[in-house]
């Protein structure tokens, strides 16, 4: 029932009776009522650091972020995040919601030496393919298919900041509507911040806008920090730059309510 009046919000409201229209709303504004947004400097269980909430963002905790992207968007469940940021004037149950995942992977430090030699055309093409196949597996679980249009931001990577952006345009199912999913990796001493921003493709110039703030809002702490690698007791990760971008995040794929 939830889902269905979270869709319902996607429809065209020449689809929908006055009555139906209000009853989306209402159900809408029920969850968002319920929401225990944040604001302030939050700091991050795991004490990889800390992030200080942009002024036009909001932040969710992980366990209402849990609900928001498997209960309420109708993900499979994912292997837990940091929580979500959201734009304080979407929310996360209106037609117009969008938000920055946040999770950490601690997959050892990650060699950037490969970053000026990646063919990300040739990956693009082999991405295509295991998607794919993992869609096949998406189905067989109940869910609906998804395949990789293209990139929608061409993969980049920021060797001062440590910080690598890359796009996909993704369909799920017969939506009318393509979701974008924007990746961002900020890499740690130990692993790498995963921001994964889920919104529809129309709202690409919104997100890309953004993407500075929210960049400057996460601090790792003292001892977190790329530089801060000791070579003699800390462990490098199997995956370079060119790997993270091929990485297999697919089960963390997100769509919104719409898909």
Same mark, same amino acid.
């Given at each position: 029932?939830?889902?269905?009046?979270?869709?319902?919000?996607?429809?065209?409201?020449?689809?929908?009776?006055?009555?139906?229209?209000?009853?989306?709303?209402?159900?809408?504004?029920?969850?968002?009522?319920?929401?225990?947004?944040?604001?302030?400097?939050?700091?991050?269980?795991?004490?990889?650091?800390?992030?200080?909430?942009?002024?036009?963002?909001?932040?969710?905790?992980?366990?209402?972020?849990?609900?928001?992207? %498997?209960?309420?968007?109708?993900?499979?469940?994912?292997?837990?995040?940091?929580?979500?940021?959201?734009?304080?004037?979407?929310?996360?149950?209106?037609?117009?919601?969008?938000?920055?995942?946040?999770?950490?992977?601690?997959?050892?430090?990650?060699?950037?030496?490969?970053?000026?030699?990646?063919?990300?055309?040739?990956?693009?093409?082999?991405?295509?393919?295991?998607?794919?196949?993992?869609?096949?597996?998406?189905?067989?679980?109940g869910?609906?298919?998804?395949?990789?249009?293209?990139?929608?931001?061409?993969?980049?990577y920021?060797?001062?900041?440590?910080?690598?952006?890359?796009?996909?345009?993704?369909?799920?199912?017969?939506?009318?509507?393509?979701?974008?999913?924007?990746?961002?990796?900020?890499?740690?001493?130990?692993?790498?911040?995963?921001?994964?921003?889920?919104?529809?493709i129309?709202?690409?110039?919104?997100?890309?806008?953004?993407?500075?703030?929210?960049?400057?809002?996460?601090?790792?702490?003292?001892?977190?920090?790329?530089?801060?690698?000791?070579?003699?007791i800390?462990e490098?990760?199997?995956?370079?730059?060119?790997?993270?971008?091929?990485? %297999?995040?697919?089960?963390?794929?997100?769509?919104?309510?719409?898909?």
């Amino acid at each position: 029932m939830k889902q269905f009046f979270v869709i319902i919000l996607f429809l065209s409201f020449s689809d929908l009776t006055f009555s139906q229209i209000d009853s989306a709303k209402m159900f809408a504004d029920n969850i968002e009522a319920k929401m225990r947004y944040q604001s302030g400097t939050i700091k991050f269980e795991n004490g990889i650091g800390s992030l200080a909430v942009p002024n036009d963002f909001a932040y969710l905790d992980p366990e209402q972020a849990e609900y928001v992207i %498997k209960d309420l968007w109708g993900n499979p469940k994912g292997a837990g995040t940091l929580g979500m940021i959201v734009p304080k004037d979407k929310g996360v149950a209106y037609g117009n919601s969008w938000a920055f995942i946040i999770t950490y992977d601690s997959m050892g430090h990650v060699k950037d030496d490969d970053a000026d030699e990646i063919d990300y055309d040739q990956m693009l093409k082999d991405l295509k393919e295991d998607i794919s196949k993992e869609s096949e597996n998406r189905v067989k679980n109940g869910f609906e298919k998804y395949e990789l249009i293209g990139w929608a931001a061409k993969p980049y990577y920021d060797k001062e900041k440590k910080v690598l952006h890359w796009a996909k345009e993704i369909k799920f199912g017969e939506s009318e509507t393509n979701t974008l999913n924007y990746n961002i990796r900020v890499l740690g001493r130990k692993g790498v911040l995963v921001l994964n921003a889920v919104a529809s493709i129309d709202q690409l110039e919104e997100v890309k806008k953004n993407i500075n703030p929210i960049l400057s809002s996460f601090e790792y702490s003292d001892g977190n920090k790329y530089s801060d690698f000791n070579p003699s007791i800390d462990e490098v990760a199997a995956w370079t730059i060119g790997g993270l971008v091929q990485e %297999k995040f697919l089960l963390k794929l997100a769509c919104l309510p719409s898909c």
